[in-house]
């Protein structure tokens, strides 16, 4: 799903006056650029009913300049050539290991943790398959920005358990996968995934 217009105006003026605020020592442009800020949040204010529950109060709270938030995802196959997925508690579908990358974690390294605490699991990143902007793909409507980031992982022990995140995990074939969270993960996503199981050698995908 697209992001609305709303959102991008919102987006586009946040930005504009998160770098001002960060950027600029003139006292006067700074009043203005904090005149910008209110008018994207009281956007995303008048648009509560899609914006998740305590967005717009987590952006307030924002300092410095405005960068995209990462999703990192862990693709992982058994020896069967079955996908890893784990089914979320939020909404009680199904996706691929993952989460928002940490500060102090490499991309690669978040999607072995976010593997090993959700599935129980134990996995070694070997592939970049796709870095993707998530407002290009079918996803639903969020305030958040995001660059999801995917990647290839080997097996290499553990056992499949549950977490408070994850209570299930499991291996699926191509043609018999389980109801998805689109929020984390599409179909036409998992359908690229199965073409890197495929055709290792594809390069990474990128929009």
């Known amino acids: ?18 770098a001002g605020l960060t950027y600029s020592r003139d006292p006067f442009d700074r009043e203005r650029f904090a005149q910008v800020e209110a008018v994207a949040m009281e956007i995303l204010d008048r648009h509560a009913d899609v914006v998740a529950s305590g967005a717009a109060e987590v952006m307030r709270s924002e300092r410095g300049y405005v960068t995209p938030k990462v999703d990192v995802r862990a693709v992982v196959f058994d020896g069967a050539g079955r996908l890893l997925l784990v089914r979320e508690v939020s909404d009680g579908r199904w996706s691929l290991p993952g989460g928002w990358a ?26 970049l398959v ?19 980031a995917f990647f290839r992982c080997d097996l290499v022990g553990g056992a499949l358990s549950r977490s408070a995140e994850t209570p299930e995990a499991g291996w699926f074939e191509e043609g018999a996968l389980p109801p998805l969270s689109t929020d984390r993960v599409t179909a036409a996503q998992l359908a690229m995934v199965f073409r890197h199981r495929d055709a290792p050698d594809l390069p990474a995908a990128f929009d």
Request: charge should be neutral; avoid cysteine.
């Open 130 to 148: 796709a870095l993707l902007d998530k407002a290009k793909h079918d996803h639903p409507v969020q305030p958040w920005y995001v660059y999801k």
């Open 102 to 127: 940490d500060l102090g974690e490499s991309a690669a390294e978040v999607a072995v943790r976010e593997v090993r605490e959700e599935s129980g699991l134990e996995v070694r990143a070997t592939q």
């Open 1 to 18: 799903m697209a992001r609305p217009p709303w959102l991008r105006w919102a987006d586009a003026l946040r930005s504009i006056a998160r």
